[in-house]
C-alpha cells in the first residue's frame, strides 16, 4: 500500500459484506459507550430495535416521535424500496426518547438526530464515522 492510501477501501467492483452486531453483550456494550450523547443513543437504539435504515431514520422529525407512548407504532416509508415499514414504539427506545428530549429540548419541527450546526439532520456519512 501507498502512504496515504485507505487500507479498508474495497477493490473496484468487489461487494462489501455487512453482518448485523448478533450478541447481546456487543449490544448493550456499544449503547453504554454511546450513553453519554442522547443523540447517537436514541440513534442507535431506534435503529437496533426497528431494523430500519439509517437515512429512513435520519428522516424523522421531533414531531414524528414526541407524543409516542410504549406500543405506539409509526408507519415510515422507506427512502430506498418505496414501502411502508412500522417503527414500534417499545420501552428502550421510549426510555432514550425521554433522556434525549429531557437532554435537547428540541422545538418539533426539528430534525430528530439534528446536527450541531443546526436544526438539519446529520448525514449517513456522519452516522457511518459514528459507528
Do not use: H, W
Request: charged share 30%.
Amino acid at each position: 500500500m501507498k502512504k496515504g492510501e485507505n487500507y479498508n477501501k474495497p477493490k473496484v467492483g468487489s461487494k462489501i459484506a455487512v453482518d448485523p452486531i448478533r450478541r447481546m453483550k456487543d449490544i448493550q456494550a456499544i449503547s453504554k459507550m454511546l450513553s453519554d450523547n442522547p443523540r447517537n443513543n436514541l440513534l442507535f437504539v431506534m435503529g437496533t430495535n426497528n431494523g430500519l435504515r439509517t437515512g429512513d431514520l435520519l428522516k424523522l422529525k421531533v414531531s414524528d416521535v414526541k407524543g409516542m407512548r410504549v406500543g405506539d407504532t409509526l408507519v415510515i416509508k422507506e427512502g430506498k424500496t418505496g414501502k411502508r415499514n412500522i417503527l414500534v414504539m417499545n420501552k428502550s427506545i421510549y426510555k432514550s426518547l425521554q433522556v434525549y428530549l429531557e437532554a435537547l429540548k428540541p422545538m418539533d419541527d426539528d430534525a430528530l438526530f439534528a446536527s450541531r450546526r443546526g436544526r438539519r439532520s446529520i448525514m449517513i456519512q456522519c452516522v457511518n464515522n459514528i459507528v
